[in-house]
């Protein structure tokens, strides 16, 4: 039986108790909010790209701990990235919650807290709200919702 | 050919006549869980705690049995073929639309219409009823308490005619403020459609009430049964509604099986909701002419197992009696709620004064989706999110809840095994 402490890993319930990156950006030029219906969580996405790179990043909103943790993990690590990285990333990220359990997945680092979702189906699209906002933000500058 | 719990249940708390010198047995809930094989199951090892009621109940035996011995034995189309099964087997669908009947104590059999669920009933309603006659200008009023199902209908029907959603709303309890409520009423109100229970506080509302304020202004009145059904007795002549909706999952029957109680004045005047075989009476290429009430509303093969079923989850629920299935559950809403202040920050959304069976709730810092999780690998089911009723969570300022909905073979064991759940949530997540 998958355990709970997969799920709840440190590195999650630390970035769920103080989210980095926890604010609105000033001067963002793109952003996008994204919500999940089916459990209410909320976030709105603020990016700042100059000359295809990230150079700034915030977020707020409200959620579980999953999509919280996920949206503060993730804006560590795009920060300082460019734009194509950071959706190449997105792809490794979403391989890698959608892998089977019993699979192995590639390390990502921090991100790797995240790949204990998939023992729980119905947490993956907490994990990747905040990736999915991403997406929207950067495909279309301005606001925008998933 | 439905069973009857009756030997299972107290006889006092059955209705039945009592022997003289025999002891009045009270609701004895240990029996009434023997006949619900599934929570003789285990979940993640432990055993299983079912606090989701309000979202489907779970089945007796007798219920189970029933539908065994519908495909077994009786099997066949109704209305239709002159042979054996075909007679038995319409025999039973209209055995269990009568028990429908004596169940909310409608008029006549012809006024219970067999839908798939409740939801299907409010569309039914708002389809055939409702939309004929809105014009632009008009209004539909229901309160802010309302299930999705209980919106969606009317807006549907608004956005076809022109007309408008009014909204009676709630106070901080979760209570109907039946005076705003009055004063939405109007010349342009064409239909008022009233949860007669919240599935999200467990307000129960003052229905006979309200049914009696809108008549006043020559306004018909749907009320929404779908969780007043399953915990108190109905009566639709005595509550004068003109359309009660309920179903029959949640009353302890099958899934795909639900019911529109309706006036026969308004069933007589109104189109038919879908087209098909056994709602018409003669069909040719030119017009076709539409069947008697009930069967106008009832197109295609209808859910016939599904009624047999029903028939025996009434059977059951009628056995064990409304009364003591009510005093149960009143004694655990109160030990419930009073169990729950034992947990930090925990918060119940929803205490009117008269509610039932629901206790809905957030706890500061932690978000409902992950005490789902939590308290699901101790064995408890609870649900979390909107529960279908988005705007009661905005109404609250909060984007979801933990809910434990209750059902009359829970028990203060179940509730303690919530609480205690509910800590080690608070352990995971620190």
């Known amino acids: 039986m998958p355990d709970l402490d997969d799920l709840y890993q440190e590195v999650i319930l630390d970035h769920n108790r103080r989210p980095r990156n926890f604010h609105t950006l000033a001067g963002a030029s793109h952003q996008a909010e994204g919500y999940n219906p089916l459990c209410g969580d909320r976030l709105t996405l603020y990016l700042r790209v100059e000359d295809g790179i990230i150079t700034d990043v915030g977020f707020v909103g409200s959620g579980c701990a999953i999509s919280k943790a996920s949206a503060s993990l993730m804006t560590d690590a795009i920060k300082g990235r460019s734009v194509a990285d950071a959706r190449a990333l997105f792809t490794r990220f979403h391989g890698m919650v959608t892998t089977p359990p019993d699979v192995e997945v590639e390390d990502l680092g921090k991100l790797s807290a995240l790949a204990g979702v998939r023992e729980f189906p119905v947490r993956v699209k907490c994990a990747s709200l905040a990736w999915h906002t991403l997406e929207a933000a950067l495909s279309r500058a301005g606001k925008d919702q998933v | ?430």
């Not at chain 2, 749907?222 to 639709?236: F, P, R």
Request: net charge negative.
């Open chain 2, 1 to 430: 050919m439905t069973t009857v719990a009756g030997g299972q249940i107290a006889p006092a708390a059955a209705g039945l006549p009592v022997v003289p010198g025999t002891p009045t047995l009270p609701f004895d809930v240990e029996r009434v869980r023997a006949d619900f094989p599934i929570l003789r199951r285990t979940v993640r090892g432990k055993p299983l705690v079912y606090l989701d009621n309000a979202a489907t109940t779970q089945k007796p035996q007798a219920v189970i049995d029933a539908l065994t011995a519908y495909y077994t034995g009786i099997n066949a189309n109704v209305h239709r073929g002159v042979h054996e099964l075909s007679e038995r087997a319409t025999e039973a669908y209209e055995a269990a639309r009568a028990r429908v009947q004596a169940f909310f104590h409608a008029a006549h059999a012809h006024e219970v219409v067999f839908t798939r669920n409740a939801t299907e009933s409010i569309n039914l309603v708002a389809r055939s009823f409702a939309r004929p006659r809105l014009q632009p200008g008009d209004e539909v009023l229901i309160t802010a308490m309302e299930h999705h199902s209980n919106i969606v209908p009317w807006q549907l029907a608004c956005e076809a005619t022109g007309a408008t959603i009014r909204v009676a709303p709630i106070d901080d309890r979760g209570a109907l403020i039946v005076d705003e409520f009055a004063r939405l009423l109007g010349p342009r109100t064409v239909i008022a459609a009233v949860s007669h229970m919240s599935n999200a506080l467990g307000t129960v509302n003052p229905a006979a009430e309200i049914v009696a304020l809108a008549h006043r202004h020559g306004v018909p009145v749907l009320l929404d049964g779908s969780q007043a059904a399953y915990h108190m007795a109905v009566d639709v002549q005595a509550l004068d509604c003109d359309f009660y909706v309920a179903t029959g999952h949640k009353l302890y029957g099958p899934t795909g099986i639900g019911v529109l109680v309706g006036k026969t004045e308004h069933l007589e005047a109104m189109p038919p909701f879908l087209g098909g075989g056994d709602m018409i009476r003669s069909v040719s290429f030119e017009r076709s002419t539409w069947n008697d009430l009930p069967y106008k509303f009832e197109a295609g093969t209808p859910n016939i197992a599904g009624a047999v079923g029903l028939h025996a989850a009434l059977d059951y629920l009628g056995a064990a009696g409304f009364e003591a299935v009510a005093a149960h559950e009143r004694d655990l809403l109160a030990y419930g709620t009073a169990a729950l202040q034992d947990v930090p920050g925990l918060r119940i959304i929803g205490t009117a004064p008269s509610k039932a069976s629901i206790l809905s709730f957030v706890i500061d810092g932690m978000h409902p989706h992950d005490i789902g999780t939590i308290v699901d690998r101790e064995g408890v089911a609870v649900r979390t999110g909107h529960h279908c009723a988005q705007p009661v969570m905005e109404r609250f300022g909060i984007p979801a809840t933990a809910r434990a909905s209750l059902a009359m073979y829970n028990t203060r064991a179940d509730l303690d095994a919530l609480v205690g759940a509910l800590h080690r949530v608070r352990e995971v997540l620190g």
